[in-house]
């Protein structure tokens, strides 16, 4: 998934470069900062010390030392003053100058923490926003994996009104007599989709439990007989490049709207019969922005339905019904909710 939300310490992520929310000396501190050059070590203040600190909005590379990663990105975030004293734009420019540095020192993978939103006090819900809707800009013309990571879960906050209107939604439609092991099932099913999809051997996909039959939606009216054999012929491949045809765009501008890397996409524009996980078919309905029903439809063709039995469905419609088409949106909201999040 190019951009992913995770929960984790930074200093353990295994990527090319982790970003520093740091100070304008970068000559360490507290909150990130601190636990970064204690798993670093004293190189890493050795290095810090030979350049010249720092602007705000800026950044600079180090190496990692002693962390599993290969750089660190030194960037200071801007002080929350209100809002009036262009903080967006500092905070913005923190992560187009990382990516940037990290593009150029040829990182494949880049792990952010939540840059300002601790002792610089970003609101965390307007950092949030910030950081996603800047990535994802980023990601739309670079091939990268890029990690935001979240240390508390008190750390991450979608607005309020949204969570409370999500929560809503779902407390309407929730069907009650599903538990809370039903939903941990689910998790663990998306998981070992996942997991077979991204290399398992064809044996193994044929034998993939298939997710909510009892719960299938009905198969959509077909005009003709001829449509209703074409619909049930084609595969969730087929369909899926018919559709991107239909809607005039090209393959990157469908897999980067999806959240989805281009190897996967790869993968599943050369095999016909190839079985995806549920959250991958939904990020595709949301990158082609398929009403409900097609939605459906093309859930379908990859043998799962969307049910009123488990949050990430009812989240996912949530955000469909409502003509919200941008997945990094419906992954914050999945995240705030504890649930798989779209994409593969
Ligand atoms: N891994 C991931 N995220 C973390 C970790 C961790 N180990 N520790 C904290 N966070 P902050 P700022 C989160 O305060 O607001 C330093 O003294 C934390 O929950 O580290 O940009 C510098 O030297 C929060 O969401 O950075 C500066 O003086 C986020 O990281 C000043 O703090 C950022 O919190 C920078 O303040």
Redesign the pocket.
């Known amino acids: 998934m190019p951009l992913e939300i995770v929960r984790?310490?930074?200093?353990k992520m295994k990527v090319d470069a982790i970003v520093n929310?740091?100070?304008q000396t970068l000559l360490?501190?507290?909150?990130?900062?601190?636990?970064?050059h204690h798993a670093a070590g004293p190189g890493l203040l050795e290095e810090c010390r030979t350049l010249g600190g720092c602007e705000t909005g800026s950044a600079k590379i180090t190496g990692a030392y002693r962390l599993p990663c290969k750089y660190v990105i030194h960037t200071?975030?801007p002080r929350w003053r209100g809002g009036w004293h262009g903080e967006r734009g500092k905070l913005i420019s923190c992560y187009r100058t990382s990516l940037a540095l990290a593009k150029e020192n040829q990182c494949e993978t880049v792990a952010f923490?939540?840059?300002?939103?601790?002792?610089?006090?970003?609101p965390?819900d307007k950092?949030l926003k910030v950081a996603i809707d800047t990535i994802s800009d980023f990601l739309f013309d670079n091939e990268m994996t890029v990690y935001l990571?979240?240390?508390?879960k008190t750390?991450y906050q979608i607005s309020g009104k949204l969570f409370k209107d999500i929560a809503a939604y779902i407390d309407d439609n929730y069907v009650q007599e599903h538990t809370d092991s039903s939903e941990r099932q689910t998790r663990s099913i998306f998981l070992e989709e996942e997991r077979l999809a991204d290399g398992a051997s064809e044996n193994m996909k044929m034998s993939m439990p298939v997710m909510n039959v009892g719960m299938a939606a009905p198969a959509p009216a077909a005009s003709s007989l001829d449509e209703a054999l074409r619909m049930l012929d084609e595969s969730f491949s087929e369909m899926l490049l018919r559709k991107i045809d239909e809607r005039g765009i090209t393959d990157a501008q469908c897999y980067k709207k999806a959240n989805i890397d281009r190897k996967l996409f790869s993968k599943i524009r050369s095999d016909k019969l190839y079985r995806p996980s549920k959250p991958t078919v939904l990020a595709f309905a949301i990158a082609l922005e398929l009403p409900l029903d097609e939605t459906r439809e093309m859930l379908m063709k990859a043998g799962f339905a969307l049910s009123h039995s488990n949050k990430f469905d009812i989240i996912v419609e949530y955000f469909i019904s409502r003509g919200n088409y941008n997945i990094f949106e419906i992954n914050e909201a999945l995240f705030a909710f504890d649930q798989s999040l779209l994409g593969a």
Request: no cysteine; charged share 10%.
């Open positions: 984790n310490d930074i200093t929310a740091a100070n360490g501190g507290g909150g990130v900062d601190g636990a970064i200071v975030g923490p939540l840059i300002s939103s601790g002792i610089y006090g970003y965390k950092a990571v979240i240390f508390d750390a």
